[in-house]
């Protein structure tokens, strides 16, 4: 699974071409927008719309094994977030791996297709107990976020 918006800068046209002709591998994009210039027709993607509807994106992170992140660049990634609440396993690039910090469950992989094929076996292999690790990430909530900006505002 990936989500988020279909543009060159995301990498999401480098893990389409790294999974090229690879039936065993089936990629599902939430992000597709209604005016676009893109065009990606490979039998083992299949693209969605954007999901705005909260309950219908939580039911795509479930339907899905794992999240993969192909941006090339990332600053604080919320879909990252949202895939280890939902105990998937996620898959980055090398050029993001400082978005890790101390989360389970992000395994990185160089952008080839055997190093990516070996993070999926891996990641397969160890699925049980890799979700297992995750329920230790510490996630943050609306309340932590709430609490962070009231102590700048009040300034304690």
């Known amino acids: 699974l990936y989500v988020g918006r279909i543009r060159i800068e995301k990498g999401i046209f480098s893990l389409v071409n790294l999974i090229k002709n690879?039936?065993?591998?089936?990629?599902t994009i939430i992000g597709a927008e209604k005016e676009?210039?893109?065009?990606?027709?490979?039998?083992n993607v299949k693209i969605k719309p954007t999901q705005h509807n909260k309950i219908k994106l939580i039911k795509s992170y479930?339907?899905?094994?794992?999240?993969?992140?192909?941006?090339?660049?990332?600053?604080h990634p919320m879909?990252?977030?949202?895939a280890l609440a939902r105990r998937r396993p996620v898959i980055i690039f090398e050029e993001i791996k400082h978005v890790i910090g101390d989360k389970k469950g992000i395994f990185v992989s160089k952008r080839n297709f055997l190093s990516f094929q070996s993070t999926l076996n891996q990641i397969?292999?160890?699925?049980?107990?890799i979700q297992k690790e995750m329920r230790k990430n510490k996630l943050?909530?609306?309340?932590?976020?709430?609490?962070?900006?009231?102590r700048y505002i009040i300034g304690y």
């Open 22 to 27: 690879r039936k065993n591998i089936l990629l």
């Open 36 to 43: 676009t210039t893109y065009s990606i027709n490979q039998s």
């Open 62 to 75: 479930d339907d899905h094994d794992i999240f993969v992140l192909p941006s090339f660049t990332e600053g």
């Open 79 to 82: 879909v990252l977030l949202e």
């Open 124 to 129: 397969k292999k160890n699925y049980k107990n």
């Open 140 to 150: 943050p909530t609306n309340k932590d976020f709430i609490d962070t900006l009231e």
